[in-house]
Structure formats: structure tokens, C-alpha cells
């Protein structure tokens, strides 16, 4: 399974940007990107995913660099809401389960 | 709320003792999965179901798990014989099955959180 690299933890402060780096250099053509963020004492929920392209949804950005093999989750506007475990995780074609990392711990500073 | 539920949320049980949990998926689909967390970790994968047929079983699945899915819509993930190694949080999670490119995200439920004592 390819892998990813994300930094273990982050901090940030409230209403501010957030960029949360991705690693995957042994990406192959068919994997899609996918981010995955896991709330305190809930489980893991969807947050946005891409192939190529740069995509934009109600919760945040995804760019992915032009060689793909990294990428960057935005969050325009931090909230205390957005403390979270953040994965980068990413999902050969057609391949349907999840392979998770450890992912970034988030936490926004007040 | 996704839409996924467990149950229960929380089970505490003695080694040697086995237990059961039950998933229920949003009603509309097709795929749903097992994974088991422990602390500090991701969600590892364990098994997962197309509508009532297993299509993959991880190597962490030993002999004394089994999962089903009788009818296609809830699911039961029977653990025998509990040994202290098998505490943690057992997600499951459902999603439509992939069509041409696209992969559908999954929804995941609260988790179940077995304590093996």
C-alpha cells in the first residue's frame, strides 16, 4: 500500500488558515487522495478527496502539487471545532477500504 | 450523526468471554466496513462486506473474529474467546460501492469501545 507522511502534531490559532502538508513521493497514477479527520471520542469522517486537480468543498481546500506527490488541506478558517486528528490517506482505484497513518493531531489555539 | 449507529457504545467484558457487536449502515448502502483503533493509532482495516457477501478479511482478522452481514443490511462482528489484546474501538462504517472511477466516501458510526478485563 502506498504511504504517507504527515507531521504528528500541529497548532493553530482560531480563525486563522490552516495548511496541513501531505507526503506520498510513491504515489501511483490511480490513487486517489483522500483527507479524513477523526473529532475527540467520535469516529472518522469524510473531508474532501482529489486526483489531479485542486478541489474546493464547504469544509476546506485540497491542493495537490503538479507532480502529486504531495499535498496540502486547507482550512480557510480555523475553529475550536477543527481540533482534530487530520489523515491523509491514499485509496487505489477501485480499491475500497482505508488504509489509515497516525495523521496530524490539530490543535487551535484560542 | 452520520447515520451509521453501534451498539453497544461501550462493552466491558472478562478474558475468555466472547461478545457481539452490532452495526446498522445508512440504509442505502451497499458497502460496509469493520475497523478496530487502538490508542494513539489510526483505524486499522478488518473486514468488509458488498451487500451480504465478505469480500475481504484482513490478516489482523484471526480465527476467533467473524463478521456478517445476513441480509445485506445490518452487521454482527463476533469476537470469541476475548484476550486483553483485543481492547479497543471497533468503528464500522458504510458507503455505496465504487462505480467507474469514483470512490464514495465512507460514514462512519461512533464506535464501539470493548474493554477486555
Known amino acids: 500500500d502506498a504511504k504517507t507522511t504527515q507531521p504528528n502534531s500541529m497548532e493553530s490559532n482560531e480563525e486563522e488558515p490552516v495548511h496541513l502538508p501531505c507526503n506520498h513521493s510513491?504515489?501511483?497514477?490511480?490513487?486517489?487522495i483522500h483527507w479524513y479527520r477523526q473529532l475527540p471520542s467520535q469516529g472518522p469522517e469524510y473531508v474532501i478527496h482529489?486526483?489531479?486537480s485542486n478541489v474546493n468543498n464547504r469544509m476546506a481546500s485540497l491542493a495537490i502539487a503538479e507532480d502529486r506527490k504531495s499535498s496540502t488541506l486547507i482550512l480557510h478558517r480555523a475553529t475550536l471545532r477543527d481540533a482534530a486528528v487530520y489523515y491523509c490517506i491514499l485509496r487505489p482505484y477501485r480499491d475500497d477500504k482505508i488504509i489509515f497513518g497516525k495523521g496530524t493531531r490539530l490543535h487551535i489555539l484560542p | 450523526d452520520t447515520g451509521v449507529s453501534q451498539n453497544p457504545r461501550h462493552k466491558i467484558t472478562k478474558r475468555g468471554q466472547n461478545v457481539t457487536f452490532r452495526c446498522d449502515p445508512i440504509s442505502e448502502h451497499n458497502r460496509l466496513y469493520w475497523y478496530r483503533q487502538t490508542l494513539g493509532q489510526g483505524p486499522e482495516f478488518l473486514t468488509y462486506?458488498?451487500?451480504?457477501?465478505?469480500?475481504?478479511k484482513s490478516r489482523l482478522l484471526s480465527d476467533r473474529f467473524s463478521a456478517e452481514r445476513p441480509k445485506g443490511s445490518f452487521s454482527t462482528l463476533e469476537i470469541q474467546r476475548t484476550e486483553q489484546g483485543d481492547s479497543a474501538m471497533y468503528l464500522c462504517?458504510?458507503?455505496?460501492?465504487?462505480?467507474?472511477?469514483?470512490?464514495?466516501?465512507?460514514?462512519f458510526g461512533p464506535g464501539t469501545r470493548l474493554t477486555v478485563t
Open positions: 462486506f458488498q451487500n451480504e457477501a465478505q469480500l475481504e
Open positions: 510513491t504515489i501511483s497514477g490511480t490513487d486517489y
Open positions: 462504517a458504510s458507503s455505496l460501492a465504487g462505480t467507474g472511477g469514483h470512490t464514495y466516501e465512507q460514514y
Open positions: 482529489g486526483l489531479t
